[in-house]
């Protein structure tokens, strides 16, 4: 045993003589009276919301001597704030920090040596030890919420949780009115949404709960995370009344190398850069409605709109709460993925008209979450102009049902 651990010796000093290698790094070994640590040293992909950290003991420590002062978490140089406290039953300092870990972020936990044990002898030595959190966080249901009852037939599913997250995230959404399936990933999902929402294609039957969960991918990382199966029931049709209300545009505007607010038109087509009409929903709309369907009605110029052209509206998901002129710099951002809400037929003379369960999911959603379905843009391949000036303002018409409980 001399021999070898001289050997050993001898090739650590060579090693250290003569040679500009890289320097030697021992392992780093907790002090004798540290058993373990949670989570694990050098860990990563560390779930945010871990809670609480941990250092077990193999004897019991003195409590009084394990506070705020003598046990850190930090990221870099900088503390976080959280709550150190001594667990006898399982001799454990546990850490628990105030909020959840910010993702992708490694934290430092330093245990100083002015901890004492029992019979008053301090730790042989400080320990620090690292890990590193995960990518994603768990997502909430924002609408509906969950066990909502007396939802809208035409209700978008919209949720959050990662609206700071700067990587790009893919979602997979599950809905259906049978739970297993739903609570199965079952079958595959359609084409993976970018943004958190997803708009209701098909209307779904009255009175009948339905499930729904959501699958995050972050494309940077290749982290997935399922979320829980959330529940909501929708209204009753055959008990909620009907009512209608109709509105005019309150702003419009477009832009192509310049902009144009407020006119007596809005042009949409190719040059045409963005093309936005905005109506007031929530004036004309209270929060007790429940959307059923939806209809814009546009007159428009047929000297300078091809019969074959096709106009869609499409939703928008941010800055159209701003003045028309920004437009230009501050381009309204429009949901692509999903596709537009309607595409415009032809009532005849120099009339059209929008209207999908799409289009009334969007208005749904305006109604519920504004400041998640912001309003609306208008497309075409080919020039249209529509008229704004009175008398020839486009309408939108929306049909909307009251739970029995809350209609006036």
């Not at 002898?121 to 997502?139: C, E, V």
């Not at 546009?298 to 509206?313: E, G, K, L, Q």
Request: charged residues 15%; hydrophobic residues 45%; aromatic residues 10%.
């Amino acid at each position: 045993m001399i021999k070898q651990g001289a050997a050993a010796l001898a090739v650590l000093l060579l090693a250290g003589c003569g040679h500009r290698g890289a320097p030697i790094v021992l392992p780093v070994t907790p002090p004798p009276q540290i058993a373990a640590v949670f989570p694990g040293a050098f860990a990563t992909g560390v779930l945010y919301d871990t809670n609480p950290l941990w250092a077990q003991f193999a004897e019991p420590l003195d409590p009084t001597s394990v506070t705020d002062h003598t046990v850190f978490l930090k990221i870099d140089d900088l503390r976080v704030v959280c709550t150190v406290r001594w667990d006898a039953a399982t001799r454990r300092v546990l850490v628990i920090p105030a909020s959840p870990l910010r993702l992708r972020t490694t934290y430092t936990v330093v245990l100083s040596q002015n901890m004492r044990t029992a019979t008053g002898a301090p730790l042989s030595a400080p320990y620090t030890w690292q890990f590193t959190t995960n990518s994603l966080r768990r997502l909430s249901a924002l609408l509906p919420v969950q066990n909502a009852s007396d939802v809208s037939r035409v209700t978008p599913l919209a949720w959050a949780g990662n609206d700071s997250t700067v990587d790009p995230l893919h979602y997979d959404v599950w809905a259906g009115t049978d739970s297993s399936l739903v609570a199965a990933r079952s079958p595959a999902a359609a084409v993976p949404r970018t943004w958190p929402f997803m708009l209701a294609s098909v209307a779904w039957a009255p009175a009948v709960p339905v499930w729904w969960t959501v699958r995050v991918t972050n494309l940077a990382t290749a982290e997935t995370i399922d979320n829980p199966v959330w529940r909501f029931t929708t209204l009753d049709t055959l008990t909620a009344p009907v009512d209608s209300a109709k509105a005019v545009p309150t702003y419009w505007g477009f832009t192509t190398t310049v902009v144009s607010c407020q006119g007596t038109i809005v042009t949409t087509g190719a040059v045409t850069g963005v093309s936005v009409v905005e109506w007031p929903v929530s004036v004309v709309v209270d929060n007790s409605a429940r959307m059923e369907r939806a209809r814009m009605d546009f007159n428009y110029d047929r000297r300078f709109s091809p019969a074959f052209a096709i106009c869609t509206v499409w939703g928008s998901v941010s800055h159209l709460g701003m003045a028309c002129s920004d437009w230009l710099v501050h381009r309204p951002v429009i949901d692509d993925a999903g596709g537009p809400l309607a595409s415009a037929d032809t009532l005849g003379g120099a009339r059209c008209r929008f209207t999908s369960t799409r289009l009334a999911s969007q208005l749904e959603g305006m109604i519920r979450l504004p400041e998640r379905f912001d309003g609306f843009l208008f497309r075409s391949q080919f020039p249209m102009n529509y008229f704004m000036s009175v008398g020839q303002q486009p309408e939108l018409v929306l049909t909307t049902r009251h739970p029995a409980a809350t209609h006036p």
